[in-house]
């Protein structure tokens, strides 16, 4: 299956609406039949009835034609798939508008995902009044970490076209990290919040009371694991043992610079405190204090956060 065609079965999911026989056709066509039978003679009596008929016969043609369609949609095991693909392959691509590399990554990227309320929601049960949602659009928020900086992409996504709108990319020093949560704001919602010392806030709403989303366990565990990287990155700068975990070559070139982060690679020893190139022997940094790690990193490859 190509790219195309899986988004168009997407498509699909949403568009394609569940069948339903045409309750006025089929009166159309009994009366028509009925009256053709009482007339009983003549070209009416014959005619009405052929009428009639020719009506049942295209109406139950149109309704087999769309449950074909119906059911031909992808099973929503599929949808789930194809979603958690998404997801991860935004979180990778994110990474490069940073200029960041595997090398330069302190810890394990994070995803939060928040299902955006539009008009392309739709229930998974179409019968049942308590059937939770699929969304079409969603809000991610992604967290790469550096050593002592925290890189956030933000943007909106349409599954269906595959396409991100309103992208914001920030890079924020740890020590500004105030706060990190997941709360509920009302009856029946969820959200994850990031507050930032500048007062900003980073919300992503992971539930609302209206809608409850089909995947919500997994939603829920990507943003509990996101508030536990945070605090983990925020804990290693205030140690000071914020570092790289592999050494790699330099990163690769980026509209978006962020301050702040030492160079890595076979390029000499940093402070890991204050960036300071330091000689091959001493203990300390003599710019501001730190000591100096000697141990060396052990080699990890990057573990991008999705559904499990």
């Not at 069948?19 to 003549?42: C, E, R």
């Not at 119906?70 to 990474?95: I, V």
């Not at 204090?289 to 990057?302: C, H, I, W």
């Amino acid at each position: 299956m190509t790219e195309e065609e899986r988004r168009s079965q997407i498509r699909n999911w949403f568009n394609i609406p569940k069948p339903k026989v045409s309750t006025s056709a089929v009166v159309v066509g009994i009366v028509v039949l009925a009256v053709g039978f009482a007339v009983g003679h003549g070209t009416l009596g014959v005619l009405l009835p052929v009428a009639g008929l020719v009506v049942l016969g295209a109406c139950a043609l149109t309704y087999q034609k769309r449950r074909r369609e119906y059911l031909g949609r992808p099973p929503l095991e599929t949808m789930l798939e194809w979603l958690k693909q998404d997801f991860a392959q935004k979180t990778a691509a994110s990474s490069s508008g940073f200029g960041l590399n595997a090398g330069e990554l302190s810890q394990d990227s994070a995803l939060v995902v928040g299902p955006m309320e539009t008009r392309e929601v739709r229930k998974v049960y179409e019968d049942d009044d308590a059937s939770p949602f699929l969304f079409q659009c969603w809000k991610l928020a992604m967290f790469h970490f550096a050593p002592g900086i925290v890189a956030v992409y933000q943007c909106d996504y349409d599954w269906c076209s595959n396409s991100v709108t309103n992208e914001r990319r920030e890079s924020i020093d740890s020590q500004h990290v105030v706060t990190v949560r997941t709360d509920a704001t009302s009856v029946g919602s969820r959200q994850f919040v990031l507050s930032l010392s500048n007062q900003e806030h980073t919300d992503i709403p992971l539930r609302s009371g209206r809608y409850a989303p089909v995947n919500e366990q997994q939603l829920n565990a990507l943003a509990d694991r996101a508030v536990q990287a945070i605090h983990t990155a925020k804990r290693d700068w205030a140690a000071g043992t914020h570092a790289p975990r592999v050494a790699s070559a330099a990163p690769t070139s980026s509209p978006v610079a962020i301050p702040s982060i030492p160079p890595v690679g076979n390029r000499g020893r940093f402070c890991s405190g204050c960036g300071r190139q330091l000689e091959s022997i001493g203990r300390f940094c003599p710019e501001c204090g730190v000591r100096v790690q000697t141990s060396q990193n052990v080699n990890a490859p990057e573990q991008l956060a999705h559904f499990s």
